[in-house]
């Protein structure tokens, strides 16, 4: 059954994915998103556009939308380091804005953009949902505050709600992709010194304790993540609220992402080691039983060339 979906933030990266999706299952999507990190050309052909605030929500939200999925945030980790008052503010003022709004026109569905920053250094891999949350900096902070928010919003309004804790995004979906600017995500940096645009990769930290020293990660493609929301809209039950980590589960470290950009653009890369980035977590690595089992996700494209060579088709087809 077709439906019809407020997407916020959908001029960004992950949102306009999800939008694409959305319309090609042949639902109706509105994207509200205010282009303070997003691109106008972003938003998918076929998704109206509406440029605002999430604050302002209640003047275009109504009755007609079935569910709202919420991506627009700020998601610069150092940025929220030296300037918390901004997450705090955009991150979780604007979801109290908006899930007002959708109490007032009786939207009664969400699907949030969690993330692992939420749980911090963590003392057990893989990480389950269940895992203590003791966020490193603002931002993982202001969106934990959030994840609270709505379970209240759950257990006293009878939301349906679904919070998906992305681990590592990256790839891209035909001509969706990634720009932030600046860019602070390893796989595009890497990608921006094979085009040239950069001499080297800088890798922060070799002293890890891991096999190569370098920072693990998990990196889920993310066609995989816009799938996910799909089955977060069906699975979504009122008075519930759902906290699904999305990953594949098989870390990489920093030497073995960039080893694989190497293979799939045939460029060098030179790297320099350089410090620690301070809050890094060594390994984050996801368990995804909880999004397997309730949202019956099975991600098909954990590969990592694929997912660079997919991020790569985009970096250049941008230029
Ligand atoms: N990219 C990742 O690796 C990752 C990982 C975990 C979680 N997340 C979360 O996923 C979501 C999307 O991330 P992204 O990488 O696509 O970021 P992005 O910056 O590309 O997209 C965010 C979008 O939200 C819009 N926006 C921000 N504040 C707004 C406001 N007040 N009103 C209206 N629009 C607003 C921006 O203009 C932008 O288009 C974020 O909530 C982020 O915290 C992302
Ligand atoms: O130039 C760079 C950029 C990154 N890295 C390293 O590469 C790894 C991945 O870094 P990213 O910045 O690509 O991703 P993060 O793991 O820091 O961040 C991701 O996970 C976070 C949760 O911890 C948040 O959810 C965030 O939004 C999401 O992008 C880290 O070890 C980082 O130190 C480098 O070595 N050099």
Not at 77 to 84: A, H, R, W, Y
Request: proline letters at 5%; charged letters at 20%.
């Amino acid at each position: 059954m077709s439906g019809k979906y407020l997407v916020t933030g959908g001029a960004g990266y992950v949102g306009s994915v999800v939008a694409q999706h959305l319309i090609e299952a042949g639902h109706e999507v509105v994207v509200l998103d205010n282009l303070s990190t997003g691109f106008r050309e972003g938003v998918p052909a076929g998704a109206s556009f509406v440029e605002g605030d999430i604050r302002d929500a209640a003047k275009w939200l109504d009755s007609s939308f079935d569910a709202v999925l919420h991506f627009a945030a700020f998601s610069q980790v150092g940025e929220s380091v030296v300037k918390p008052e901004k997450y705090w503010d955009n991150n979780v003022g604007g979801t109290l804005a908006l899930l007002a709004a959708m109490r007032e026109a009786g939207v009664r569905k969400l699907v949030f953009s969690s993330t692992a920053a939420t749980y911090g250094e963590p003392e057990e891999v893989p990480i389950v949902e269940t895992a203590p949350t003791r966020p490193t900096n603002p931002y993982g902070a202001s969106k934990l505050a959030v994840d609270h928010m709505i379970t209240g919003e759950a257990g006293a309004h009878g939301l349906a709600a679904v919070s998906l804790r992305y681990f590592n995004v990256a790839g891209a979906y035909g001509s969706c992709g990634e720009r932030h600017d600046p860019e602070s995500h390893l796989i595009p940096l890497v990608l921006q010194v094979a085009q040239g645009r950069r001499d080297a990769i800088s890798v922060y930290g070799d002293d890890y304790p891991t096999p190569d020293g370098t920072c693990v990660r998990d990196y889920i493609h993310v066609a995989d993540l816009a799938e996910a929301h799909l089955l977060a809209l069906d699975a979504a039950t009122p008075g519930e609220h759902l906290v699904c980590n999305l990953g594949n589960g098989n870390g990489f470290s920093v030497r073995e992402v960039i080893e694989t950009v190497r293979q799939v653009t045939g460029h060098p890369i030179p790297e320099i080691v350089a410090p620690r980035r301070a809050g890094d977590p060594a390994v984050l690595v996801a368990s995804a039983a909880t999004a397997r089992e309730r949202l019956g996700w099975n991600p098909a494209r954990a590969d990592l060339a694929g997912i660079v060579a997919d991020a790569w088709a985009f970096a250049q087809h941008k230029e």
